[in-house]
C-alpha cells in the first residue's frame, strides 16, 4: 500500500467544479488584482477569527507586515522560537531587528523559562509560533507581554482555526499571520497569506503596509510593500474554507488512530495536547532515537515521512554570526535527530493510517 505524505490531488478532485468555477468566474472578469473575490473572502475569514484581516501574499509577508505594523525595527529585539520554520525570525531580521530565539517545551512551543531568561530592556516583542496545530501557552504569554509592555505576534501558519480555551489562534495577540501555502489545512493553490489584527487602525496600517503605503491607488502616506493577497488565490479559498472544519475534524480523528495504534511502542514520544487545547494537527510528529531508521524502513514500505525539521533555527548558517552553540537549546538540539512526520490529511483512508502504524510496530518488534 502505499502512502504519500500529501495528497492534494484527492482533496482537488472532489471540489473541481467549484474551483473550475471560481477559475472561470476570475477569468472571464478579467480583473486579477483586488476585486470582490478577495473581499469576499477576507470577510468570510474575518467572520470566522471576529477580527480584522488583511490578505496579503503569503505567509511570510503576513509575518513581515504585522511586525512593521507594530513598528518593530533597528535597535529592537524579537524573542522567536529556535524551533520553528524560518518565516518566523528571518522577518524580524528584515524589519532590521534581532531575533533572539528562545528554546521550546514538550509541546514543540515557547518555553516560558527561557524567555524570562532572555527578556532584555530591548525586547519589544514576542513571535509565538503555533508549531505543527499546537498553541504557544498564550494565557501566560499575554500575560508576560503585558508586564514586560511587549507586543505579542501569533505565527498561526499552521494552526488554522485552533484554540485554546475556545480562543482562536490569532485572536490572542496584538497581531497574527496566516499561510495558505498549498500543503497548509487551508491551502491556496498557490502562495496567499492573511494578516490578523487586534483591532481597525491596526488593520488599516497592515494594508497600507502590503500595497505600497495605500489604502486606494495614488495614496502613499508611508511607504510599503506589494504584498497582496492573488484574486484567483482568494477565489479558491473561499471555495476551500466551508470545508476547514470537516477537514480539521478528519486530522484529529486521523490522530486518535495513530495514538492508539502507537502508543507504548518502541521508545516512541508521541503529539502531546495540553489541557484546554485545541489541537487540528497540521503535522503529527512523533519523536524516536531511531529516527533515521524508521523513516529508512517505512519508506521501503512505500510509506511516505518528512522532518520538520533537521536543523533548528539557530544553527543554521544564516544565524552563523550570532554563534550559538547547543547548550543554548538543548531541547530544539535533541529536537533536529529525533522529530518525524507522519502523513496526516483529511483524505488519508483508516485502512492507510492502519497500515502505518502496523509497520512501526513491525519496525520496533525487530530491534
Ligand atoms: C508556512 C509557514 C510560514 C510561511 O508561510 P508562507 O506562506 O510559505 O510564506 C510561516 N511560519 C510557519 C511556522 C510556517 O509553517
Known amino acids: ?50 477580527r480584522p484581516v488583511v490578505g496579503v501574499a503569503n505567509g511570510t509577508d503576513a509575518l513581515f507586515i504585522a511586525l512593521k505594523t507594530l513598528g518593530i525595527g533597528p535597535g529592537d529585539e524579537v524573542i522567536t522560537p529556535a524551533w520553528s520554520w524560518i518565516s518566523s525570525s528571518e522577518t524580524i531580521s528584515l524589519t532590521g531587528a534581532k531575533p533572539v530565539f528562545v528554546d521550546v517545551n514538550q509541546y514543540f512551543t515557547l518555553d516560558l523559562v527561557d524567555i524570562a531568561r532572555k527578556v532584555t530592556p530591548r525586547t519589544r516583542a514576542i513571535v509565538a509560533v503555533h508549531l505543527y496545530g499546537h498553541l504557544a501557552e498564550m494565557e501566560q504569554l499575554v500575560a508576560l507581554c503585558k508586564d514586560h509592555d511587549l507586543f505579542l505576534i501569533e505565527d498561526c501558519a499552521q494552526a488554522h482555526l485552533s484554540s485554546e480555551q475556545g480562543i482562536t489562534a490569532g485572536c490572542w495577540g496584538d497581531m497574527a499571520a496566516f499561510s495558505f501555502y498549498p500543503t497548509k489545512n487551508l491551502g491556496a493553490l498557490g502562495d496567499a497569506g492573511m494578516v490578523v489584527a487586534s483591532t481597525p487602525e491596526r488593520a488599516q496600517r497592515a494594508r497600507r503596509w502590503a500595497n505600497h503605503g495605500g489604502l486606494s491607488k495614488d495614496d502613499h502616506a508611508i511607504e510599503g510593500i506589494n504584498s497582496r493577497l492573488d484574486t484567483l488565490q482568494a477565489a479558491f479559498l473561499s471555495v476551500k474554507l466551508p470545508h476547514l472544519d470537516h477537514w480539521n475534524a478528519m486530522r484529529r480523528q486521523h490522530a486518535i488512530q495513530y495514538q492508539k495504534g502507537l502508543n507504548g511502542v518502541g521508545d516512541l514520544t508521541l503529539p502531546l495536547e495540553r489541557s484546554g487545547v485545541h489541537h487540528t494537527y497540521h503535522l503529527f510528529v512523533i519523536r524516536t532515537k531511531q529516527r533515521d531508521a524508521l523513516q529508512h524502513f517505512l519508506a521501503d514500505k512505500e510509506i511516505e515521512t518528512l522532518v520538520h525539521y533537521p536543523k533548528a533555527l539557530p544553527f543554521e548558517p544564516a544565524y552563523e554570526t550570532y554563534g550559538h552553540v547547543p547548550a543554548q537549546f538543548p531541547v530544539s538540539f535533541q529536537l533536529q535527530h529525533e522529530v518525524l512526520s507522519l502523513p496526516i490529511y483529511p483524505e488519508l483512508s483508516d485502512a492507510q493510517i492502519d497500515y502505518v502504524v502496523e509497520q512501526i510496530q513491525r519496525f520496533f518488534a525487530q530491534r
Open 1 to 50: 500500500m502505499k502512502v504519500p505524505f500529501f495528497d492534494l490531488a484527492s482533496q482537488h478532485a472532489l471540489l473541481r467544479e467549484p474551483l473550475h468555477k471560481a477559475f472561470n468566474e476570475v477569468a472571464e472578469s478579467a480583473r486579477f488584482i483586488g476585486g470582490d473575490p478577495v473581499k469576499h473572502f477576507e470577510s468570510q475569514f474575518a467572520s470566522r477569527l471576529q
